[in-house]
């Protein structure tokens, strides 16, 4: 039957009814004001109709029931089906109602026009009422039981008064030795006074909390917990606390494990950089003599040797001993980068004279295999803030790979150029043997060779896997980037950058 303010027979019949009755009207999607009440309804909230017709149906409420209903409310609406309004508080010397039906009443497009309310005095609904109660009762206590995580509740004292199954299994304790107890009795010493306070906060906050503690076992043993703590506030303004305990002992050994190792690791690369300096060190001035004496002995300073086979030698033995100081130079260098001993000395250079001093460095020994170093750099000065003795070691390193694993004839190219953000970027590209995408990573981790190329293809390949994580490592230094790009047989690109507050403008 449709609700309407004119129907006299709707509203006696309403009015006669046997149990309380409210209708409330719903105008965007919420409760506003009370349409029709009869006279039960007037006595259970111990109103005039005066003063219920045309107001809110919550401004004549005591707190408690408001907000009993307020929920119910926002549920039925949400839902669109009839909700059970369970508990409510008995008030001494008016009707006694067990509880309430809050049902929509929906228009034509299934929207929710009014909200009828109508209470329940039969004992035979609160018969109903109780057994929804007993079952929402004993669901909770079976998810309470069968949870896989440890749930204990302390009161506002910080007294236990409840713990599962979970609780028990985990940490040993015999339920009917812990009830009763203060809580804090179950962590270690260290962590009494804090358990305490943030109790004694959260109970009278009402916060919800997730943190770290340390609980102790029957056996004498302690367990790392992931905790989470709420209040649960009841009826008669009790306050409880539920928190529930995730055992994280094993995932802390772990943790504790991954950083002894971590420290043994650093230590072990700290002495091992420590022993590559000193003896790079160590072997630098006798090479250094060698280098010297046979380069007096090669150019015949103090008289001719007089065979030419021991020029040969002498040749073999220079050339020999400049490539070995090459190799400890740049194991000096990573060691010392990898210790975070080296320090940069920043000095403004023109980057177009120094990649134009590279190149003319590097042209004998590109003359004899034919390559052509291609310079796709413009004439005007450039100049940035960095280290130059790092930043052209990092172009003869790249030049130098470029030439290495290039082909008879080849072209290798240098260029710069801005990027958006105002990075320069420095860019060496050859035509060489390439390298494969499998294979990148251990071309630029310290001392990693790819051997995966047809060596008669290719001008030189000595080395010792240094050039290439020697340069990302000294670009890193700078702030800037470094990236390499290869496909095997086809060429490799390696860029890097220097940021844009090194370049002067």
Avoid at 376 to 396: E, P
Wanted: charged share 25%.
């Amino acid at each position: 039957m449709a609700i309407s303010d004119e129907n006299f027979d709707f509203e006696k019949l309403f009015n006669a009814s046997p149990i309380p009755r409210v209708v409330v009207m719903v105008e965007g999607g919420k409760p506003s004001c009370v349409l029709y009440v009869n006279a039960l309804a007037l006595e259970y909230f111990h109103c005039n109709k005066e003063a219920v017709i045309g107001h809110h149906i919550q401004g004549f409420m005591d707190t408690d029931n408001a907000r009993h209903f307020e929920q119910s409310f926002e549920v039925c609406l949400s839902r669109k089906d009839t909700v059970i309004i369970q508990s409510l508080p008995t008030i001494p010397g008016r009707l006694k109602v067990y509880g309430f039906w809050v049902t929509p009443i929906l228009d034509d497009d299934n929207e929710v026009m009014y909200l009828e309310i109508m209470g329940q005095l039969d004992g035979r609904d609160q018969s109903i009422l109780q057994r929804e109660r007993d079952d929402a009762i004993s669901l909770l206590a079976s998810i309470f039981e069968v949870s896989e995580v440890g749930i204990i509740v302390t009161d506002d004292t910080g007294s236990i008064v409840r713990v599962n199954d979970s609780f028990i299994r985990t940490y040993g304790w015999a339920r009917d030795k812990i009830i009763g107890t203060e809580f804090t009795t179950l962590v270690t010493d260290d962590e009494k006074e804090r358990t305490r306070i943030n109790h004694k906060k959260f109970i009278s906050v009402g916060v919800r909390s997730t943190g770290e503690s340390k609980i102790l076992r029957k056996d004498g043993g302690v367990a790392n917990v992931l905790f989470t703590s709420a209040t649960l506030k009841l009826s008669q303004n009790r306050k409880f606390l539920v928190t529930t305990m995730m055992d994280i002992t094993l995932r802390k050994q772990m943790e504790q494990s991954l950083r002894f190792a971590k420290d043994q690791a650093d230590t072990a690369n700290h002495a091992k950089s420590t022993f590559l300096a000193n003896m790079s060190h160590e072997l630098r001035t006798p090479l250094n003599a060698i280098i010297g004496f046979s380069e007096l002995m090669k150019d015949e300073t103090f008289g001719a040797i007089g065979n030419d086979k021991y020029k040969e030698y002498l040749g073999d033995i220079h050339m020999s001993a400049e490539h070995l100081l090459d190799i400890i130079n740049e194991v000096l260098d990573m060691s010392k980068i990898e210790a975070g001993r080296i320090e940069l000395l920043e000095d403004d250079f023109d980057v177009h004279d120094m990649i134009v001093s590279v190149s003319r460095m590097l042209s004998s020994r590109v003359f004899s295999s034919n390559i052509e170093i291609v310079r796709d750099i413009s004439d005007d000065v450039l100049v940035v803030n960095a280290d130059y003795r790092l930043i052209r070691q990092i172009v003869i390193n790249l030049m130098s790979n470029a030439i290495k694993f290039s082909s008879q004839g080849a072209k290798i190219r240098v260029s710069t150029m801005f990027l958006d953000n105002g990075d320069l970027q420095i860019a060496i590209e050859d035509e060489g043997v390439g390298i494969s995408e499998e294979k990148i990573s251990t071309a630029l981790e310290p001392f990693g060779q790819v051997n995966d190329t047809p060596e008669k293809r290719v001008v030189g390949q000595q080395g010792t896997g240094l050039g290439l994580p020697l340069a990302k490592a000294m670009v890193e230094l700078h702030g800037g980037s470094f990236e390499l790009e290869s496909e095997l047989g086809v060429g490799t690109i390696v860029r890097f950058t220097i940021p844009a507050i090194r370049v002067k403008p």
